[in-house]
């Protein structure tokens, strides 16, 4: 019988775990980012479609994900398992632009060079 | 539609503020190199201080006897003067463009305040056309650039606010909100507009005439 | 809108019959384009037709807010429509222009102070009197006195031996109450050339009687002119006729000169002020006038505030005082009056609004010189004056302006105002000390 309650108390343990965690990678993978820096939003949250973007052609996880050394973009490296806010604090700090500015040019800068994905506010804040 | 978003938000951005500098300084210059020539008369009864002290009185709200006389005038007046540029200036999506094209920024107006600012402002254009109508001594002597005018300036205002709260088709909302207040940059020193860069001569003209020569409050 | 009434007018209809369209367009474009430069131009383009000009001018207020009486309505009604048309405007529509321009504004400025950007309203008036004389149809009985400047140098056709006459007349009458006083002609190295408007020797010589009254028993070194140059009055100012506008003042101005005095103190009267202070001196060159000019308002005040001018008895009668533009808005001088009339009289009651906001007597500016044709349409253009005087509710009216006395005058006829008018300096004769008299 305690073998059993144990058996029982483990698997809850994990269906728990797989819940959770999947909930957790789930909401990470749609795109909503660490917004705690900003403290409360004026506009409404973009959605940002992670999959998509990743399995875009030539597209690398370094080209978000990017590190800066000196200002410098390093070429082999990259910072997925960081958050965005871990560097760009909400003020910009010298070349490192702040949060908001992070965000607004990683998007638009590429939009603008592909001629494709929005670039206008009300595109991707979308009421 | 990117493409012309891109058009309107750059080249053309670029356009329409050099054209209203540009525009702006030859106004001012123009007038003055006339004044110059063919008013030596009056630029002879310009003082500094006296054209201050009548612009400086006229710029308080209800200091002149004529304000006093039309409170509600004065205060929608005022207000939609000072809420243009208060909006101009202060409306985070536009000083967000401004910090990622130039790097610099300031404070902004949270959007809700924005919001109720523009929509004030409507109102008052509301107001200003409604005056222009019911108010005999104006209604005779507006025509239809006066409502052109207003027209120009009430559309930016409409469709930002259009725009902000994505009604209508929203790229074209943004992409008409930005080409109207380039229109109206552009009409500013070639139009009755106008007044916005030469209030300051007419006014300190006659205030230097009224306290140098008259000795007398133009107020 | 009721419908507008034009006048007939024998020198404007008579003018009328000579001009072609081609003459009109090229005088107005002579004009506004070559005359008028930077101002006329900023003012047409920062008019922002907002109508907050109107509840400025009298004839509006008296008119049941007729919009065409509004400031801004008679600039429409002339000078926009040149402007649009580049000159190409009818005879018809330039009869109308002069009516306007020269009848139904009195240059009295009230409106500039109403107006947000400060635009002399005014003197867009006074460029349409300008094309006006330059197309010969301005109307008849101004351009008869216009005509009597150009003749005489003074307003009112008084001959050279007249003038004289007239003093001496005066120096006779005043010498039998004051035995020893004077009316010095002519005198070199006076401090005070005193100067006086046509009317005065013509039918108010009574004026003349008074401030030599004033001059003598205040001790003053003074001196009048003997020769053409004695009248400071102006109607060619009202007329746009520069030209003559100049010769006049260079007239007076030489006359002061070659008498060596120190200033010139000009009678009660307050186109001729603005003429002599702010107009004339600049058509000379002189960026202000070249000999000290000094309007009786501010020469009384001078007088009570250096002591030699005492008072012996007030004044008891209540009375009102009315600031005529040309020496309140031109001048600032509604304080310094106040003083003065508060000095000799014991009870002031004040119209409203007054002092610099004043409203206008409509005579000013030239308009009651243009003569009985336009009178009715004047007196009923002013009721809002007469409303303010009937509100005092007393019956002396103290209007230190001929031009004021004349329009002040027709509107208490008309209105049955019982209030008697008078000169400040009548009331500084009546109850000064004289220590000479007899």
Same mark, same amino acid.
């Given at each position: 019988m305690r073998h059993k309650l144990y058996g029982y108390v483990i698997f809850c343990s994990v269906v728990l775990c797989v819940t959770f965690g999947g909930i957790a990678a789930f909401a990470q993978d749609t795109g909503v980012f660490k917004l705690e820096t900003f403290g409360s939003l004026e506009r409404p949250v973009s959605t940002f479609d992670h999959d998509e973007h990743q399995e875009m052609d030539g597209m690398e996880c370094s080209d978000c994900h990017h590190v800066y050394e000196n200002g410098v973009k390093a070429a082999d490296q990259s910072s997925e398992d960081q958050a965005c806010a871990e560097c760009h604090t909400l003020k910009s700090q010298g070349t490192q632009p702040g949060l908001r500015q992070a965000y607004h040019q990683q998007c638009k800068n590429c939009h603008v060079e592909k001629k494709a994905g929005p670039v206008a506010c009300g595109e991707c804040h979308i009421k | 539609m990117q493409d012309i978003y891109?058009?309107?938000?750059?080249?053309?951005?670029?356009?329409?503020?050099?054209? =209203? =500098?540009?525009?702006?300084?030859?106004?001012?210059?123009?007038?003055?190199?006339?004044?110059?020539?063919?008013?030596?008369?009056?630029?002879?009864?310009?003082? &500094?201080?006296?054209?201050?002290? !009548?612009?400086?009185?006229? !710029?308080?709200? =209800?200091?002149?006897?004529?304000?006093?006389?039309h409170p509600v005038f004065t205060g929608v007046a005022f207000f939609f003067h000072i809420a243009f540029f208060v909006l101009l200036i202060f409306i985070s999506a536009h000083q967000i463009m401004i910090e990622e094209g130039f790097g610099i920024g300031w404070v902004t107006l949270p959007d809700i305040v924005a919001d109720i600012l523009a929509f004030a402002v409507l109102g008052v254009c509301v107001f200003f056309a409604v005056r222009r109508v019911i108010r005999p001594e104006v209604n005779y002597v507006t025509d239809w650039t006066d409502y052109g005018l207003l027209a120009l300036v009430t559309a930016p205002f409409l469709t930002g606010v259009l725009a902000y709260h994505q009604v209508g088709d929203y790229m074209t909302m943004v992409?008409?909100?930005?080409?109207?207040?380039?229109?109206?940059?552009?009409?500013?020193? =070639?139009?009755?507009?106008?007044?916005?860069?030469?209030?300051?001569?007419?006014?300190?003209?006659?205030? !230097?005439? &009224?306290?140098?020569?008259?000795?007398?409050?133009?107020? | 809108m009721k419908e507008r009434v034009w006048i007939q007018d024998e020198g404007i209809d008579r003018g009328a019959?000579?001009?072609?369209?081609? #003459?009109?367009?090229?005088?107005?474009?002579?004009?506004?384009?070559?005359?008028?430069?930077? +101002?006329?131009?900023?003012?047409?383009?920062?008019?922002?037709?907002?109508?907050? *000009?109107?509840?400025?001018?009298?004839?509006?207020?008296s008119r049941d807010k007729d919009p065409r009486f509004s400031p801004v309505g008679k600039v429409k009604q002339t000078i926009w429509e040149m402007l649009d048309k580049k000159g190409k405007v009818s005879v018809e529509f330039m009869k109308q222009a002069v009516q306007v321009a020269q009848t139904e504004c009195n240059l009295c400025r009230r409106c500039v102070q109403y107006c947000p950007f400060g635009i002399d309203i005014a003197y867009m008036m006074s460029l349409v009197r300008r094309i006006a004389h330059k197309l010969e149809i301005t109307p008849l009985y101004i351009q008869d006195t216009a005509h009597s400047h150009s003749a005489t140098m003074n307003q009112m056709w008084v001959k050279d031996d007249e003038w004289i006459d007239a003093l001496h007349w005066q120096e006779d009458e005043i010498r039998e109450e004051l035995p020893a006083a004077r009316i010095p002609l002519d005198k070199e190295g006076a401090e005070i050339m005193y100067s006086v408007i046509g009317p005065e020797p013509k039918f108010r010589t009574q004026l003349i009687y008074q401030a030599a009254a004033i001059m003598n028993e205040t001790g003053c070194d003074w001196t009048m002119p003997a020769t053409p140059g004695w009248d400071n009055s102006d109607m060619a100012m009202y007329t746009g006729d520069s030209e003559m506008m100049g010769r006049l003042k260079r007239m007076h101005f030489d006359t002061a000169a070659r008498?060596?005095?120190?200033?010139?103190?000009?009678?009660? *009267?307050? @186109?001729?002020? #603005?003429?002599?202070?702010?107009?004339?001196?600049?058509?000379?060159?002189? +960026?202000? %006038?070249?000999?000290? /000019?000094?309007h009786a308002l501010e020469f009384y005040w001078d007088l009570l505030n250096s002591g030699k001018l005492k008072v012996a008895k007030k004044f008891e009668e209540p009375v009102t005082f009315h600031d005529? *533009?040309? /020496?309140? +808005?031109? +001048?600032?001088? @509604?304080?310094?009056?106040?003083?003065?009339?508060?000095?000799?009289?014991?009870?002031?009651?004040?119209?409203? %609004?007054?002092?610099?906001?004043?409203?206008?007597?409509?005579?000013?500016?030239?308009v009651i010189n243009c003569g009985p044709p336009f009178k009715n349409a004047r007196v009923e253009g002013n009721r809002i004056k007469a409303e303010q005087l009937r509100a005092t509710g007393v019956k002396v009216c103290i209007a230190p302006c001929h031009n004021c006395h004349g329009g002040l005058e027709d509107i208490i006829h008309k209105y049955k105002l019982d209030i008697e008018l008078k000169f400040l300096g009548e009331i500084i004769y009546d109850c000064m000390e004289k220590p000479n008299a007899v």
């Open positions: - | 891109l058009l309107v938000a750059g080249p053309l951005a670029w356009a329409a503020w050099a054209i =209203f =500098f540009l525009g702006s300084a030859y106004k001012i210059w123009s007038t003055l190199a006339v004044a110059k020539q063919k008013d030596q008369v009056l630029l002879n009864y310009v003082s &500094f201080r006296y054209a201050l002290r !009548s612009i400086i009185n006229w !710029s308080i709200p =209800f200091n002149t006897t004529n304000m006093r006389l992409i008409l909100h930005m080409l109207s207040a380039e229109i109206l940059l552009v009409a500013i020193p =070639f139009t009755r507009l106008s007044h916005m860069l030469l209030a300051s001569l007419t006014r300190g003209y006659i205030g !230097s005439e &009224f306290g140098m020569v008259r000795h007398v409050n133009d107020w | 019959e000579k001009l072609t369209p081609e #003459r009109i367009e090229k005088t107005i474009n002579a004009v506004l384009g070559n005359e008028a430069g930077a +101002r006329l131009k900023a003012y047409v383009e920062t008019c922002a037709h907002c109508g907050l *000009c109107a509840e400025a001018c009298h004839f509006y207020m008498l060596r005095v120190k200033k010139i103190v000009m009678g009660e *009267c307050g @186109h001729a002020f #603005r003429s002599v202070y702010d107009t004339g001196n600049r058509v000379l060159g002189w +960026r202000m %006038p070249p000999v000290p /000019v000094i005529p *533009c040309n /020496v309140v +808005r031109g +001048r600032g001088l @509604h304080e310094k009056a106040r003083e003065v009339v508060r000095a000799f009289c014991t009870n002031l009651v004040e119209m409203y %609004p007054n002092k610099e906001h004043n409203y206008c007597c409509a005579a000013g500016g030239g």
